[in-house]
Nanobody, 114 residues
Framework: QVQLVESGGGLVQPGGSLRLSCAAS????????MGWYRQAPGKQRELVAR???????NSADSVKGRFTISRDNAKNMMYLQMNSLKPEDTAVYYC????????WGQGTQVTVSS
């Protein structure tokens, strides 16, 4: 079992920045990739960015150049640095871990509004 806890969401003005954190615990040795997903009201959950245990990353075109995913294996943490935020980035952001099964955190709300 893997437990994931997100933090760092909140309200920010357009153009602002936020950093999301995801703390992993439990059978973390089984995780081979982690990612951030988001779900806006009335929309499907979508991949924002993903990072493998080897450090390979990929991200959605909509966030390229603005969001950066990173991982601190020593601390069992994953981060999402979000810059130049736009109102369309408003969503609940979920931490995800890929192991023998998929695990999800509880989500953290990000609201971009003036």
């Amino acid at each position: 079992q893997v437990q994931l806890v997100e933090s760092g969401g909140g309200l920010v003005q357009p153009g602002g920045s936020l950093r999301l954190s995801c703390a992993a615990s439990g059978s973390i040795f089984s995780i081979y990739a982690m990612g951030w997903y988001r779900q806006a009201p009335g929309k499907q959950r979508e991949l924002v960015a993903r990072i493998t245990s080897g450090g390979t990353t990929n991200s959605a075109d909509s966030v390229k150049g603005r969001f950066t995913i990173s991982r601190d294996n020593a601390k069992n943490m994953m981060y999402l640095q979000m810059n130049s935020l736009k109102p369309e980035d408003t969503a609940v952001y979920y931490c995800n871990a890929e192991a023998t099964r998929i695990y999800w955190g509880q989500g953290t709300q990000v609201t971009v509004s003036s």
